[in-house]
């Protein structure tokens, strides 16, 4: 719920749930001193701002994973609903350009310490070199990805979220305090499914993620907080 939280775990579960229920009975297995939890356009839609403020009863932290991308002035009054909302997290779309990305920073300031982190999404990784050209966009997806962080940063915001190999290239490029929230996580005996660019928690980790994005490992393992309980200790102190 604040950017300066002194329990800061790297875990964020995603709670890819198509309602409330399946994703409440998940989220009391599991422990909110070793996640966060991310809540998407799927779940949100059908089970709204209740939802959220149960998972912040519970104590968890919440990441709002709506991915806003509109005019800068619908886009920063919703941005400002989720800063009301008090979640941790919440994001936009970096193609939203440099006006809607100003103009959602500009309107969490007086929010002060207790302002969400603000977080652009760069290219999804669902997105090739083919589907860039397809949107008028000839540079590769890494090119791109770097020229949108870029831009990320210049508007004052915290982050991008992207994949874990992109990590260092973006360290190098945006600094140490510059966070990078990477999906696309697999501990080595987990199923890749349909991720294509993986990496095991560690690596992520030391390759420069600050947060791991992690969803069927974890929602879909046989013991839930087992297989979270096996990434925290994993991870602590790296
Ligand atoms: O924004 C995201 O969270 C996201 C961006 C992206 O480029 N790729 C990606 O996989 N994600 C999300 O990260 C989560 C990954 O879930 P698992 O593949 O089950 O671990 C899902 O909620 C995805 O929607």
Request: aromatic share 4%; net charge negative.
């Amino acid at each position: 719920m604040n950017v300066q939280t002194a329990n800061d775990p790297k875990i964020i579960v995603a709670l890819d749930f198509p309602s409330q229920n399946p994703a409440l009975e998940l989220v009391d297995k599991l422990d909110p001193a070793k996640c966060r939890l991310k809540v998407g356009k799927e779940l949100f839609t059908r089970s709204g701002p209740q939802l959220v403020e149960g998972l912040q009863k519970r104590g968890f932290e919440v990441f709002l994973d709506l991915k806003f991308h509109d005019i800068p002035n619908t886009t920063s009054a919703a941005v400002a609903a989720a800063a009301d909302l008090g979640v941790w997290m919440v994001n936009v779309h970096a193609s939203g350009g440099e006006k809607m990305m100003t103009a959602c920073r500009e309107r969490l300031e007086p929010f002060g310490a207790d302002r969400p982190l603000l977080i652009a999404v760069t290219v999804l990784t669902s997105m090739n070199a083919d589907d860039l050209a397809g949107i008028g966009i000839t540079d590769s997806p890494e090119a791109q990805v770097s020229r949108l962080a870029t831009l990320t940063k210049n508007c004052g915001l915290d982050g991008v979220v992207c994949s874990a190999q992109e990590a260092p290239k973006l360290k190098a490029e945006q600094g140490a305090d510059f966070k990078l929230i990477t999906p696309g996580i697999r501990p080595l005996t987990a199923d890749k499914g349909d991720q294509q660019r993986i990496m095991t928690p560690t690596d992520a980790l030391k390759a420069g993620s600050d947060y791991l994005v992690i969803g069927r490992p974890i929602t879909q393992a046989s013991d839930p907080l087992a297989a979270l309980e096996a990434i925290h200790s994993e991870v602590i102190g790296l």
